[in-house]
């Protein structure tokens, strides 16, 4: 049997004894490395052997009490070493100045005295952040394990924090020992820097670098040392003190800008504050407070006062708009976006003054003289030809009219053009103000009662003789402007009334090129619709099948070889009544005028008459054919024979013309070829043998006796106006010098309508609005069946919008006298609501 041999082994020593024998030798080794690296001297350190030191002192358990020696020894070297020199830095008079704003100190001693006590707290920050760097070098082995363990904060958060509670924190000191309230260092040092930053706002010059070392202190230092991302001494201790500083800053600043400046001023202020403020957040202060300091800027410097400075007499919103401040109106679109997103202040400015100017353009008109040529000269002559066309014309009252109607238009585009050109070079295309400025115009537009006849004669004028002058991207801007003006108006259909009566007299006298008629239609399709264009494409239609028609009905008299018709050149125009205005099919718009009454023609024109019935009657049977005397013209070859006792000049020798007059002027001018030498006729005579109505035979009379220049008749007394009593005879004397003369005729000018003829065309128009309030009642009832009163007249004013705007009471009317027609009626038990009747 084995025995087992027993050992005497030695007794083991206590593990806590050797522990703490290996820890005193490694912390004296460590707290001279950190006196060392606190005094710069750490150039013969080991990093290997400081980094065993704490390896080995973390491995023997020990690694909490060397992390309350290091900050026990951190706390010690800020009482000893740091504090005392930052206690020399803060003076009685650094106090005075920076905390209680004593006066008396100029702004540079005030710079230096704050600049070296900055340099004071970056200097040992610096050092405090260098020596803490390298500690925790040293140190990373108790960070990576201790630390973790235990979930305590990183030693490196805790000794940098150190500077935060022993020196930001820490109470002034002896210096302040007649101060009853307890301020600490960090007062001190963020009243200096906001000093320094407003010195720079009054344009001295700071160390910008030194005062970004110290914010840049601030954002590495927190409120514990947990280090929670928005508990940085920059965000709540410091941040909340500039933003209110500031604020006091730009109040003061606003408020003497008002007493001292003008708007111009302001605007450019305001942006350069701006500017400096996100250029000293990115150089001075900290980008974490640009838009910040940019809202206190808005706040205080642009929003505080911007109905003040907008309303300023000479330099506000309504100068700039007057006198085209562009720039200045740029600045202002860019600070009111920053304010405000609906830019209302703007807005409502700015359509006041729109509908302001849109009224001194009506008074102005008013105001102006229009009884010479000079005063209503169009874009197509310059000043030198308009002058001297005054000279020898004075316009009458009908052209002074017609004159002031392209003078207001060419205003109201010169008006649109100037905001035009402000929305898109100041206001960015701004939607919100691009409506509200098409509003204003709109509202100023229809408050003048006379806008939809004078945008047709503003585009009469344009196509009827200014067109061949213009190139093809002018005639472009000329139609673009027309439609422009077309959208502003509300009676839409008053517009086409005008528009129709004009565009048929250019039509039947030539004075326009087709296709340009066309294409200004076309336009007004695409913007209006089908309904609004149908009759201008039945009248280019009537216009081309005549054009047919005469060249077949020429071919026709050519084949009968009848020589008597080859005397006249008929050219015909066959116009669809439906098509036409009533004022060119022979009806008139004033009371007795125009209305329809069979002229008696010469036998020449009564036979070529008659052939053209039995031609077009033909193929068309059942068709009735009317002619409008009123409508046409003629080209007449006149022959004046010599003068007895003339041997020289003009007269002594036979002179022929070409003269085109109106279809009234060639019936007066044949009764003469009948009359001897020395016959006269009455006025009464005349009429009696022509049939013509009084009105228009006054005007044929006027413009063959009365124009210099086609002067063949001779009127008795040789007054400007026709009379009854007046008589006329054969102007053998006669001389022009030229081959063609056209005959002015007179009842074709684009006048603007008188008084009692714009209360016919509205009564007429109204009468024609009825029939279409009618007309959408019954279709939507038709397809409702059943509609409540108010509903209904809701859904005819939305239909009906896009061509006027109905009046409630006229819809209410035609409904009731819908009802008397039986189309609709009363729902039993409830009157408000309708049905239809089919």
Known sequence: MASRTNKIRPIRKPIMNRDQGEFEPCWALLRDAMTDIHLQNAGRLSFEQLYRASYKIVLRKK?????????????????????????????????????????????????????KFLRGIRDSWTDHNRSMNMIADVLMYLDRVYTLETKQPSLFAVTIGLFRDNVLQSHIGTAADDIE?????????????????????????????????????LES??????????????????????????????????????????????????????NEERERCGTTVSIMTTDKIA?????????AKLDVFLAMEGSGLKPMIDNDRLDDLSILYQLISRVD????????????????????????????????????????????????????????????????????????????DKFDRILSDCFCDDLLLQSAITRSFSDF?????????????????????????????EVDAVLDKAIVLLRYLSDRDMFERYYQKHLAKRLLHGKSEIHTEKEMVSRMKSEMGNHFTSKFEGMFKDMELSKDLTDNYRDHIASLGDADHKKVDLNINVLTTNNWPPEVMGGGTSKGEGA???????????????????YYLKDRSGRVLTWVSSAGNADIKCVFPKVPGKETGPLSKERRYELNVSTYGMIVLMLFNDLEDGESLSFDEIQAKTNIPAPELMRTLASLSSVPKCRVLLKEPATKNVKNTDKFSYNAQFVSKAIRIKAP??????????????????????????????????????????????????????????????????????????????????VEGDSSTYRYLA
Not at 236 to 243: G, N, Q, S
Not at 387 to 398: D, F, G, R, S, V
Request: glycine share 4%.
């Open 181 to 217: 309230q307890d301020f600490v260092v960090f007062d001190i040092l963020c009243a200096v820097i906001l000093d320094l930053i407003n010195m720079e706002r009054d344009g001295d010059i700071i160390n910008r670098n030194l005062v970004r070392k110290i914010t840049a202190m």
């Open 745 to 826: 005729v007179i009842s074709s000018i684009s006048k603007v309508e008188g008084d009692e003829e714009r209360k016919e065309t509205e009564r007429k128009n109204d009468q024609t609005r009825a029939h279409v309030i009618d007309a959408a009642v019954v279709r939507i009832m038709k397809q409702r069946k059943l509609l409540a009163h108010t509903k209904l007249v809701n859904e005819v004013i939305s239909q009906l919008m896009g061509r006027f705007k109905p009046d409630v009471p006229l819809i209410k009317k035609r409904i009731e006298d819908l009802l008397a027609r039986e189309y609709l009626e009363r």
């Open 341 to 416: 997103s609906t830019k209302s202040a703007l807005k409502v400015i700015l359509q006041r003054r729109v509908r302001e100017l849109g009224q001194e353009i009506e008074k102005a008109l008013k105001n102006t003289d229009f009884s010479v040529a000079g005063a209503a000269a169009g874009d197509g002559e310059d000043a030198g030809e308009a002058a001297e066309k005054a000279k020898a014309q004075t316009l009458n009252p009908a052209q002074q009219q017609t004159a002031a109607a392209i003078k207001w238009v060419d205003d109201v585009l010169q008006l649109k």
């Open 596 to 614: 329809k009454t069979d002229c008696f023609y010469p036998p020449e024109i009564k036979r070529l008459q008659e052939s053209f019935y039995k």
């Open 63 to 115: 690694g909490a009490l060397l992390y309350e020696r290091v900050r026990d020894f951190e706390q010690e070297w800020f009482r000893d070493h740091i504090m005392p020199n930052i206690a020399a830095l803060i003076t009685k008079n650094l106090i005075n100045i920076s905390l209680l704003q004593h006066p008396g100190s100029s702004s540079h001693e005030r710079r230096e005295m704050g600049e």
């Open 221 to 274: 230092l927190y409120e514990t040392d947990d280090e929670i991302e928005n508990q940085r001494l920059y965000l709540t201790l410091f941040e909340p003190r500039y933003l209110e500083a500031s604020t006091e800053f730009y109040r003061k600043e606003c408020e003497k800008l008002v007493q001292e400046a003008n708007c111009s001023t302001w605007l450019r202020h305001a942006q350069r504050r701006l």
């Open 295 to 303: 809202s206190v800027v808005e706040k205080e410097l642009i929003e």
């Open 445 to 473: 537009i229809n408050s003048f009662n006379r806008s939809s006849e004078y945008v047709s004669l503003f585009i009469d004028d344009n196509l009827k003789r200014g067109i061949k002058t213009k190139t093809e991207a």
